[in-house]
């Protein structure tokens, strides 16, 4: 045989090759995707706004929070008849900046007490929604606003257990 016969065969024998792998490349995701498909993680969809919307822990918080707002109005409203009823011009000034570091320390310390409860809320929230999606057997959750197809709703029964 000659040497371009050697190379011939060589350059076939290497497309075969090349051919081959492609082939099982092919195959192998095939299989792949039949075994994920039937096998894989099942995803549930959220509707998380509805859920916080329906949650007695947030409404909870809300009226919490109103009362805070409510407090910090009074304790404005009562700052100014003082300081109303105050003749003199400086010490009206120094009742003024008296009263309003009050006002921003109570707001300091009733944002700090709003956060912690939102944050607790927020827990307890996605430890329900993890939860009803154990149950369930699904391996991944996703808010229902971001899916736009497919995907157990399992939106009703988390909103069962948050009311």
């Not at 039937?38 to 919307?53: C, E, H, L, M």
């Not at 919490?64 to 400086?90: G, T």
């Not at 921003?104 to 809320?121: C, G, I, P, R, T």
């Amino acid at each position: 045989m000659s040497k371009l016969e050697n190379n011939n065969n060589a350059r076939v024998n290497y497309g075969l090759v090349a051919l081959v792998a492609i082939a099982a490349a092919v195959l192998s995701t095939l299989v792949t995707y039949k075994v994920i498909a039937g096998s894989g993680p099942k995803f549930a969809v959220v509707d998380v706004q509805r859920v916080v919307v329906s949650s007695k822990d947030v409404a909870a918080l809300k009226n919490a929070r109103d009362m805070q707002i409510q407090n910090l109005r009074k304790m404005a409203d009562d700052a100014n008849e003082e300081i109303k009823k105050e003749k003199d011009e400086v010490k009206k000034k120094e009742l003024s900046e008296k009263y309003l570091q009050e006002i921003n320390v109570k707001k300091e310390e009733f944002d700090k007490e709003y956060a912690a409860a939102l944050q607790a809320s927020d827990k307890t929230l996605n430890d329900v929604i993890n939860s009803v999606a154990n149950k369930e057997g699904m391996g991944v959750i996703l808010n229902k606003a971001s899916v736009v197809n497919g995907g157990a709703d399992i939106t009703d029964a988390v909103i069962e257990m948050v009311r």
